[in-house]
């Protein structure tokens, strides 16, 4: 079966880390960019930041720039994402997808999409 | 930051066409995905690349792109389509950038 899992989720206190992972499996995760998209509470969707497929090139959002750090191990078919200096703002579902393009696109789509982890910042 | 912009909310009747629209600057340039989202679920791709329709999508569900505006469109409208639509353009300008419109929430 074709499926993201996300985990990591949880309270965190304003200025502190969390570290999010996704499990995929059922395709060939080394041919696909991943990336994380978040939605705060009633709110739209928001892009966080992507990985290519051998994890060479990363994007990310300007709020996210230089707080977090997207990873991932091709030999575990994961993913993570680093969030360091957490602020309340952050608090959102934390979605992992991956890109329809294979081996890469300039504009990716996300055709597959985990159930998402939920972060919630606060004192 | 490139903006896209999308009506909050559109109304239709089932068996007709709704039209949900998403407004960028010179969008037509851009290459459009729109997602559908029901409520407490992950969104799903619907149309990609303009028009493209990924597997499993009905053919009901068509986009098109020109000018300042991006359109999707679904015909012979359905209780089922009810949730709420993005559309999302990549923003090279500065880096690779993802971009995604307010929502639309679709009421059948």
């Known amino acids: 079966e074709v499926k993201l899992v996300e985990s990591g989720g949880g309270f965190v206190q304003p200025g502190r880390s969390l570290r999010l992972s996704c499990a995929a499996s059922?395709?060939?995760?080394?041919?696909?960019?991943m990336h994380w998209v978040r939605q705060a509470p009633g709110k739209g969707l928001e892009w966080v930041s992507g990985?290519?497929?051998?994890?060479?090139?990363?994007d990310f959002a300007d709020s996210m720039q230089g707080r977090f750090i997207i990873s991932r191990d091709n030999a575990k078919n994961s993913l993570h994402l680093q969030m360091n200096s957490l602020r309340p703002e952050d608090t959102a579902l934390y979605y992992c997808?991956?890109?329809?393009?294979?081996?890469?696109?300039?504009?990716?789509?996300?055709?597959?999409w985990g159930q998402g982890t939920l972060v919630t910042v606060s004192s | 930051s490139y903006v896209l912009t999308q009506p909050p909310s559109v109304s239709v009747a089932p068996g007709q066409t709704a039209t949900i629209t998403c407004a960028g600057d010179?969008?037509?340039?851009?290459?459009v995905h729109w997602y559908q989202q029901e409520p407490g679920q992950a969104p799903v791709l619907v149309v990609y690349?303009?028009?493209d329709r990924p597997s499993g999508i009905p053919e009901r569900f068509s986009g098109s792109n020109s000018g300042d505006t991006a359109t999707l469109s679904i015909s012979r409208v359905e209780a089922g389509d009810e949730a709420a639509y993005y559309c999302?353009?990549?923003?090279?300008?500065?880096?690779?950038?993802?971009?995604f419109g307010g929502g639309t929430k679709l009421t059948v």
């Open positions: 997808t991956k890109d329809i393009h294979n081996y890469g696109s300039e504009i990716p789509a996300f055709d597959l």
């Open positions: 059922g395709f060939s995760f080394e041919n696909y960019a």
């Open positions: 990985i290519s497929g051998t994890g060479g090139r990363v």
């Open positions: 010179n969008i037509g340039s851009y290459t």
């Open positions: 690349d303009d028009s």
């Open positions: 999302q353009v990549w923003d090279g300008t500065s880096g690779r950038r993802g971009v």
